[in-house]
């Protein structure tokens, strides 16, 4: 079964500065889509930025961008000029592109908080 | 925003008594999700929708069970409800099954079981 790992409980960063948040994850697939959703205080979860495997160019998002490498089976999520409102909890997630498959796995979070 | 509400938002409840947990969108998706977020496990896949009376089971639906007879609503429950079924119930849409789609979430039912 896949696994995500996400090996940063916590991480803060100064308002205006750059903060990259990690992820790994294990697959036998060679065709997924990789995600980072966010969580703020209130609960709702959004869609940040997504990845298709099979593109070896990084997604980008405005501030935030991503570091995809698929050998290593690693993807991060970097935030450029960081503002207050990005403080949130930050999930990666893994999805299979079998379309009979519609479980997507998710890493434990990452809690970032912005300091002003 | 897809319009997706879920009732109640916060829930308590005693062991072994059945509880129903309802999500209701108003965007005629055709997918829909139930999840559990619990701390250390990020979202985990409960059970999804992909049709008016068509539903499968995901990664945790021991104990859970789930009916859809209407596009908008989808419902979760949980027909003796444990300590272990604790946790915050995230409801989810999606335009069309599979990983290319986006998925949108409800605001969450926070269920205490005592």
């Known amino acids: 079964a896949q696994t995500v790992t996400q090996s940063q409980p916590e991480m803060s960063v100064q308002e205006a500065e750059t903060v990259t948040l990690s992820c790994t994850y294990d697959?036998?697939?060679?065709?997924?889509?990789l995600f980072w959703y966010k969580q703020p205080p209130s609960r709702q979860m959004i869609l940040v930025i997504r990845?298709?495997?099979?593109?070896?160019q990084n997604a980008t998002e405005n501030r935030f961008s991503v570091n995809f490498q698929k050998a290593a089976k690693s993807f991060s999520l970097k935030i450029s000029d960081s503002q207050l409102g990005d403080a949130a909890m930050y999930f990666c997630?893994?999805?299979?592109?079998?379309?009979?498959?519609?479980?997507?796995?998710f890493g434990a979070g990452t809690r970032l908080t912005v300091k002003p | 925003d897809a319009g997706i509400t879920q009732s109640p938002r916060h829930k308590v409840t005693e062991t072994g008594t059945p509880v129903t947990l309802r999500c209701h969108q108003t965007?005629?998706?055709?997918?829909m999700y139930w999840y559990r977020q619990d701390p250390g496990h990020g979202l985990r896949l409960i059970h999804y929708?992909?049709?008016?009376?068509?539903?499968d089971k995901g990664e945790v639906s021991d104990g859970y069970s789930v009916s859809r007879s209407k596009t908008e609503d989808f419902l979760l429950t949980l027909e003796s409800a444990t300590s272990s079924q604790t946790s915050v119930y995230f409801c989810?849409?999606?335009?069309?099954?599979?990983?290319?789609?986006?998925?949108?979430f409800g605001p969450g039912t926070r269920l205490l079981v005592l």
């Open positions: 697959t036998s697939e060679s065709d997924y889509y």
């Open positions: 929708s992909y049709g008016v009376k068509d539903t």
């Open positions: 989810a849409t999606g335009t069309s099954g599979g990983a290319i789609e986006t998925q949108y």
């Open positions: 990845q298709e495997a099979y593109k070896q």
């Open positions: 965007e005629n998706h055709r997918y």
């Open positions: 997630a893994y999805r299979s592109a079998s379309p009979n498959n519609n479980d997507m796995r």
